[in-house]
C-alpha cells in the first residue's frame, strides 16, 4: 500500500500482511497531522478505520529502546481495549519490541500488575481501572507523549468524565493529545477545550451516514410476532454472520433463549455477563463457530467484526445516532451489507427521525410468509442431501436403509417419515399466519419531550457516587412501570442524586411501585421536582 508519507519499513509489512489495500478517509486526513504532532479530533463512526488512524502515527514514533509507557489509550469497554490491543499487536507485527498491556475491570489486577512489570510503552485501558493503577503507583506516565480518547462520546455517555479528568491530572502537559468519537455533543467539544492544544477537528461522517453498502429495510410488524419475524428472516437470507440489537438486557436473554429453541445457532452479550463468557462469546461469533450474536448497544459498542453480513434491529434504537453505529457493523469496506428493522406501531416516529439523520429513505419490505421460509430450507434441505451423497461414505446408512427396506413400508414412506423426523427442529408452536401490519406514520406527533403539563418530573436519592447509569434507571423504571423506555426523558445523574422525566399519566404509577424499592443496592426514595427547564442551568454548569 503506497503511503503520501514515510513509514518505518516493519510497519509497512505489518499493514500489508492484514489485507491493506488503501487508506480509509479518516486515515488520509488524520495521519499526517499526528505524525507532524498535532492535537486531533477525528469524528467518524465504527468500522471507518479508526484505532490505525492513530496507532499507525504511534508506532513510528515511539522510542521503543525505552522502558516508560509513552501512550495510553482510553477507552470506553473491555472489549474494545482488547480489540485495540490485538489491532496494536497485528500492525507492529514485525516491530519485535513493542509491548502492549491492558488494564480494565473484571480481570484480577495481580495479573495486570505483572504484566506491567515487563515496561510496555503503550497501555490500553477503561477509565476505572486506569485510576486504580495510577493511585496504586503500578502506572508512571510521567514520561507519557500520547494520549488517546476513543469512543470519547460513550465514556461521557457511560458517565466517565470524573475519571478522564482525573486521568489527566497524572500526565505531562506537554504531550499530544488524539480523541476519536462517532458524534460530537456538547460534553465532548467542551473536554477536548480543556485538555487539548489547538486541535484539528476530522469530520469523516457523510459517507457513513449514506452508506451505499448497506441495504436497509423495515418491517410493521406487531411486537409480540417479532420473533417470528426474526426466524423468518434469518432463514430466509441466511447471513453467515448476523448482530441482532436489543433495547435492553431483559429482551436480549429472552431473544436468545427463544432463538435457540427454534433451532438457531446463536449467542449473547450483554453487561450483566461476567466479563469471560462476553469474551468467549465475542471470539465464537468472530470465528464463525456462533453464527447470531444478540446484543444490547453498549456491550456491542466498538466491536469490529468484519465478516458480519446482516444486522437487526430488533427494537428501533431509541436514538436516530444508535442506528448509524448498529448498521456500520455491516457493509463494511468492500462488502455489501443488510440491515432489517422490525417496527411496531409505537416506533414509527423514530424511523422517521432515523431517515432525516440519514438524509435517506429506508426501504419497507414484507415479511416472507411461513411458505417461503418452508420452500427456502426444502431447498437448502436437497441440497445437503445432494451433497452428503455426492462426498461422503454412506455404508453404515445403506445398513439401516437396508434394514428399513425389510419393514412393510415402501422407500417412499420410509423416505417421508424420515424428512419429518429432521423437520422437527424444536417444540416451539409454528405460527404459520401473515404477521406484517399496516399503519400509518403520524406526522404531527411532538418532537422531543412532551410540555410540562403532560410530564411529570422525579427526584431519586442515588446517583454517580453509586456508580448509577441512564440504562440503570431506564431498566428501573420499565421494568415495573408500562411505559416505553423512549418516553423516560431528560435523565440527568449527579453525584448524589438523579432526576427523569415521564409521561404524566405514569406519575402515580412510579410513585406506588418504584418509591422504596431496590436500585443499586439501596432504597429508591422518590419525590416530585420542578420542571426540567427551571434545573437545566445548575445541571449544564455542574457537568462543566
Not at 505489518?14 to 488524520?30: S, Y
Not at 522510542?63 to 469497554?77: G, Y
Not at 406527533?445 to 410540555?451: I, M, T, V
Amino acid at each position: 500500500m503506497e503511503m503520501e508519507f514515510e513509514m518505518k519499513k516493519e510497519l509497512q509489512m505489518g499493514i500489508e500482511e492484514m489485507g491493506f489495500v488503501e487508506l480509509t478517509d479518516i486515515q488520509k486526513v488524520t495521519m499526517p497531522l499526528l505524525l507532524e504532532g498535532k492535537d486531533v479530533i477525528g469524528h467518524s463512526h465504527t468500522g471507518t478505520g479508526k484505532t490505525a488512524a492513530y496507532a499507525i502515527p504511534i508506532l513510528e514514533k515511539i522510542d521503543f529502546e525505552s522502558d516508560a509507557i509513552q501512550s495510553l489509550i482510553i477507552c470506553p469497554t473491555r472489549e474494545l481495549s482488547l480489540q485495540i490491543r490485538d489491532e496494536i499487536l497485528r500492525i507492529s507485527k514485525y516491530l519485535p519490541k513493542v509491548k502492549v498491556v491492558t488494564v480494565y475491570g473484571g480481570d484480577p489486577i495481580t495479573n495486570q500488575i505483572y504484566a506491567l512489570k515487563k515496561k510496555p510503552q503503550i497501555i490500553v485501558g477503561t477509565p476505572g481501572r486506569t485510576i486504580d493503577h495510577l493511585e496504586r503507583h503500578t502506572i508512571k506516565l510521567d514520561q507519557l507523549t500520547f494520549m488517546v480518547m476513543d469512543e470519547a462520546d460513550e465514556m461521557l455517555k457511560m458517565g466517565f468524565q470524573e475519571d478522564i479528568e482525573k486521568i489527566f491530572s497524572f500526565i505531562p502537559e506537554k504531550r499530544q493529545t488524539m480523541m476519536f468519537s462517532a458524534t460530537m455533543p456538547r460534553t465532548v467539544l467542551a473536554l477536548a477545550k480543556s485538555y487539548m492544544n489547538n486541535p484539528e477537528i476530522i469530520k469523516i461522517i457523510g459517507k457513513e451516514e449514506t452508506n451505499e453498502d448497506v441495504v436497509q429495510y423495515y418491517y410493521k410488524v406487531k411486537r409480540e410476532n417479532k420473533t417470528e419475524a426474526i426466524y423468518r428472516l434469518l432463514n430466509v437470507y441466511r447471513p453467515k454472520l448476523a448482530l441482532i440489537f436489543c433495547n435492553t438486557k431483559a429482551k436480549v436473554d429472552e431473544l436468545t433463549q427463544q432463538l435457540i429453541e427454534r433451532g438457531i445457532n446463536c449467542d449473547k452479550i450483554h453487561g450483566d455477563l461476567p466479563q469471560s463468557t462476553r469474551l468467549d462469546v465475542l471470539k465464537k461469533f468472530h470465528n464463525g463457530v456462533i453464527e447470531v450474536m444478540v446484543a444490547t448497544d453498549v456491550a456491542a459498542r466498538g466491536l469490529d467484526i468484519k465478516a458480519v453480513e446482516a444486522v437487526f434491529n430488533y427494537d428501533v434504537p431509541e436514538k436516530a445516532d444508535y442506528y448509524v453505529h448498529r448498521i456500520g457493523r455491516t457493509g463494511r469496506i468492500g462488502n455489501i451489507g443488510y440491515s432489517f428493522t422490525l417496527v411496531s406501531k409505537g416506533e414509527m416516529k423514530q424511523i422517521e427521525e432515523i431517515e432525516r439523520l440519514l438524509k435517506t429513505k429506508i426501504k419497507k419490505r414484507s415479511i416472507p410468509t411461513y411458505d417461503k421460509v418452508l420452500d427456502v430450507k426444502n431447498e437448502k434441505l436437497i441440497a445437503r442431501i445432494v451433497e452428503l451423497a455426492d462426498s461422503e461414505n454412506c455404508d453404515k446408512e445403506y445398513e439401516i436403509l437396508n434394514k428399513a427396506i425389510a419393514t412393510p413400508l415402501t422407500e417412499d414412506k420410509i423416505i417421508v417419515a424420515l424428512l419429518k423426523m429432521l423437520a422437527k427442529e424444536s417444540s416451539v408452536e409454528v405460527n404459520q399466519e401473515d404477521i406484517n401490519e399496516e399503519f400509518e406514520i403520524r406526522r404531527d406527533f411532538n418532537r422531543g419531550a412532551a410540555s410540562n403539563d403532560k410530564t411529570a418530573r422525579f427526584h431519586l436519592n442515588i446517583g454517580k457516587i453509586d456508580d448509577l447509569t441512564v440504562s440503570d434507571i431506564l431498566d428501573f423504571v420499565c421494568s415495573k412501570i408500562q411505559v416505553q423506555r423512549r418516553e423516560v426523558q431528560d435523565i440527568a445523574i449527579l453525584t448524589e442524586f438523579s432526576f427523569f422525566t415521564v409521561p404524566s399519566q405514569f406519575a402515580d404509577g412510579v410513585m406506588i411501585k418504584l418509591n422504596g424499592s431496590k436500585l443499586k443496592g439501596k432504597t429508591a426514595k422518590l419525590s416530585a421536582s420542578k420542571p426540567m427547564n427551571s434545573e437545566r442551568k445548575r445541571f449544564d454548569n455542574y457537568r462543566h
